[in-house]
């Protein structure tokens, strides 16, 4: 199981916690499936598709899974049945039905068609290393990531955690192309995307196109900073590293990848395990490079 995005978290305190404690400590809020009359359920489940621990730990990188199940009700359906219900009341009573009472009836819409409703299930992953002070979460959206740290927080009473980045970088990025100043291991990609100061400024965006060509550069030369560029980092990843500090479309190079391949597939827990075990470990080097790189510490 491999990420493809990331949100990264500093820990602001040392944590003290014990797995047999956190999964006691989670297993308060576990998954369970939505009834007839619930929209939607979430809570911890095992990281493993048929494993029982919520929790799953390796070299002190522990990995969370967050399962949320939601209804599938189209808004569509329900507000065909309820101009349908309307329509017979205005007929039957010659009167126009009022809002509340139309609110009623959705409702009752609603009530109706939830059991017969599909479900639909989605994760949420991360891991926490408390030795590297760092929480990750897989996702692409500030939202997600923080209903994962909400409901560690609930589940553990405290998650003392700030950004990795409190600031912008996209004045370091766009030096790295203006100034060609882009660390060693580092390769710009052919992708970018370019956006003024003000809240109204155009946004230009590249693709397919080297990046140090002058018309590209004339951009950065009309006041546009860099606010996404794609890299290539240490020959191990490719992604979109975005001003904040996000990394979107992660992917591990066949270099990373291929040093698990003496797993035998069959082996499904072990693959796991050792997947989960290299990729973590890619991600608090490259976190630990970001933080260096961008002087994250002295903020």
């Not at 009834?35 to 990281?47: A, C, R, V, Y």
């Not at 405290?158 to 004045?171: D, E, N, T």
């Given at each position: 199981m491999w990420f493809k995005n990331l949100k990264l978290f500093a820990i602001t305190q040392p944590l003290d916690w014990q797995e047999d404690?956190?999964?006691?400590?989670?297993?308060?809020?576990?998954?369970?499936?939505c009834?007839?009359?619930?929209?939607?359920?979430?809570?911890?489940?095992?990281?493993f598709e048929s494993g029982s621990s919520l929790i799953h730990s390796a070299q002190g990188r522990i990995w969370i899974t967050?399962?949320?199940?939601?209804?599938?009700?189209?808004?569509?359906?329900?507000?065909?049945?309820?101009?349908?219900?309307?329509?017979?009341?205005?007929?039957?009573?010659?009167s126009a039905v009022g809002k509340k009472a139309k609110?009623?009836?959705?409702?009752?819409?609603?009530?109706?068609?939830l059991p017969q409703a599909f479900t639909k299930n989605s994760f949420i992953h991360g891991f926490i290393s408390t030795k590297d002070n760092l929480v990750v979460v897989d996702s692409s959206a500030d939202g997600k990531a923080e209903v994962f740290l909400a409901m560690i927080r609930?589940?553990?009473?405290?998650?003392?955690?700030?950004?990795?980045?409190?600031?912008?970088?996209?004045?370091?990025l766009t030096s790295w192309l203006q100034d060609s100043s882009a660390p060693s291991d580092v390769i710009l990609l052919e992708e970018a995307e370019f956006?003024?100061?003000?809240?109204?400024?155009?946004?230009?965006?590249?693709?397919?196109?080297?990046?140090?060509?002058?018309?590209?550069?004339?951009?950065?030369s009309a006041g546009k900073f860099v606010h996404k560029l794609a890299i290539e980092w240490d020959e191990s990843l490719t992604a979109m590293l975005e001003e904040d500090l996000s990394v979107?479309?992660?992917?591990?190079?066949?270099?990373?990848?291929?040093?698990?391949?003496?797993?035998?597939?069959?082996?499904?827990l072990a693959r796991l395990d050792a997947d989960f075990t290299l990729m973590s470990g890619e991600i608090v080097r490259f976190s630990q490079w970001l933080t260096k790189t961008f002087a994250l510490d002295q903020d």
């Open positions: 404690d956190l999964e006691q400590k989670l297993a308060e809020f576990k998954f369970r499936p009834n007839s009359q619930e929209l939607s359920t979430m809570g911890f489940s095992s990281p967050l399962k949320k199940q939601e209804r599938i009700l189209p808004a569509v359906v329900v507000n065909a049945e309820l101009a349908e219900k309307v329509a017979q009341i205005e007929t039957e009573t010659g609110q009623d009836l959705k409702e009752e819409i609603i009530r109706r068609l609930k589940a553990m009473t405290s998650l003392p955690v700030v950004p990795l980045s409190r600031k912008s970088i996209q004045g370091e956006r003024g100061q003000g809240e109204e400024d155009s946004i230009v965006r590249v693709k397919n196109q080297e990046l140090m060509d002058d018309e590209i550069l004339q951009h950065i979107k479309r992660l992917k591990f190079t066949d270099v990373v990848k291929e040093q698990n391949d003496d797993i035998a597939k069959e082996d499904k």
